[in-house]
């Protein structure tokens, strides 16, 4: 059941997608260049991509506390906190990289990775919004913000990168600053639909050990890991595969995750509609279908044209498998269980998104780059047999 709507829905929407945009620009910013930074100061290349993890690590952490304070303060002044958390993120960045400091720039990211916890519950604000028949349609225009995102992130990056001379990319994590205040002041005009703030009453329905048992919970929380998961697993080796191993350029780098970043967001004009005529459990496994085919263009040739390719199929298949997973979710659970469901699918998803950052720098080094797309292939498969699983339990239980 919805919660009761303060302001206009349509508003709200539009602005939880702007600041979407606002906030994953700065995403697209650190996707772009967070693992190049790391790379100029790290002391062993292996570690290049330990900010990113850091990053994931610090929204894993917080995911908890951050659908704690959303319910407890209001989502409008929760959110205005997340997006707070970025600015002293995004001048941290800056400082480490003007003085060279990696372990300073590990901080930045952890710090950057809890503002982003919040930014993650912008999804669940617009579902918690609508009628249950709107749900997805409202999750994907939400998340379509991130399509301006893809094309504004890289060109800052690119723009800034040698604002400040001598300090490559300084300037990029100032910007990010900015972009911060101007999500706080977007985030400002919002009027949410409330929450369940008593803690009383947040008490009431299913405990955590019985929500681990219902299949539909444990399916979208799996389903939502596993697209996740495995897009991180080859998006943060991609641009160090290009660089450092393939030998193409930075610019070059910084084109594919661009087109990456939009494919992860373009789709969401369409996939509310995908959802509601195919259903939630066969749109995930479609995605989940788009990310191994990412890892089969992988396979087939290291050029530019393949990367783009690759890295454009795997944002489509986050953005299926992402937007038909948190969509099968909120159906789930009632509204005195929301913060208790919210937040443990967020731990899970990050969590596990945590050690495929880590794991794609290690395994990059380790067993290579085409072993990386092999690995994404079976996760991927098995995912598939488990989203099977849970649409036989679903028709069970409904023909029960």
């Keep these: 059941m919805a919660a009761e709507v303060v302001g206009s ?44 993890t850091l990053m994931i690590i610090g929204t894993a952490l917080t995911t908890g506390p951050a659908a704690w304070l959303i319910h407890t303060w209001g989502r409008k002044r929760g959110f205005m906190f997340g997006a707070a958390v970025a600015v002293p993120a995004a001048l941290l960045a800056a400082t480490a990289a003007w003085i060279g400091n990696f372990w300073l720039f590990c901080l930045a990211l952890a ?13 669940f604000a617009a579902a918690d ?19 301006l995102a893809g094309f504004i992130g890289p060109q800052l990056s690119a723009l800034s990168k040698d604002w400040v001379a001598g300090a490559t990319f300084t300037g990029t994590y100032l910007v990010m600053a900015i972009l911060a205040f101007f999500s706080i ?24 050990a019985q929500l681990l048992r219902a299949p539909q919970v444990i399916v979208a929380m799996l389903g939502g890991a ?17 660089v450092f191993v393939c030998g193409h350029t930075t610019e070059e780098a910084a084109f594919a995750i661009q087109w990456h970043i939009v494919a992860m967001f373009a789709p969401s004009f369409v996939t509310g509609t995908i959802i509601t005529r195919l259903g939630a459990h066969l749109t995930t496994a479609l995605g989940l279908l788009f ?26 298949g986050w953005n299926f498998g992402f937007i038909a997973s948190t969509a099968l979710l909120t159906s789930s659970y009632r509204p005195e269980e929301a913060a208790r469901v919210q937040g443990l699918n967020e731990q899970v998803v990050f969590g596990v998104m ?28 098995a995912a598939i047999a488990i989203l099977a699983w849970g649409q036989y339990q679903s028709g069970k239980t409904a023909s029960a």
Excluded at 129 to 147: D, M, N
Excluded at 226 to 242: E, I
């Design 9 to 52: 829905p349509v508003r709200n929407i539009a602005l939880l997608s702007i600041s979407q945009a606002l906030g994953g620009s700065s995403q697209a910013i650190l996707i772009s260049v967070a693992a190049l930074t790391a790379a100029m100061m790290a002391p062993a290349q292996g570690l290049a991509t330990l900010p990113v």
């Design 111 to 123: 710090l950057f990775g809890a503002s982003g916890a919040f930014g993650q519950q912008y999804r």
């Design 129 to 147: 919004s609508v009628p249950p028949a709107l749900r997805s349609r409202a999750i994907s225009w939400v998340l379509f913000g991130g399509v």
């Design 185 to 208: 002041g977007v985030l400002s005009l919002t009027r949410l639909a409330p929450t369940v703030k008593r803690a009383e009453d947040r008490k009431a329905g299913r405990s955590f």
């Design 226 to 242: 596993a697209s996740y998961a495995m897009m991180t697993l080859v998006m943060v080796g991609a641009p160090l595969a290009m």
């Design 291 to 316: 990310i191994l085919a990412a890892a089969v263009v992988n396979l087939s040739g290291i050029s530019v044209g393949h990367f783009v390719a690759s890295l454009s199929l795997l944002g489509v």
């Design 354 to 381: 945590a050690v495929a950052s880590i794991a794609s720098g290690l395994l990059l080094q380790l067993i290579g780059w085409q072993s990386i797309n092999i690995l994404a292939i079976v996760v991927v498969t």
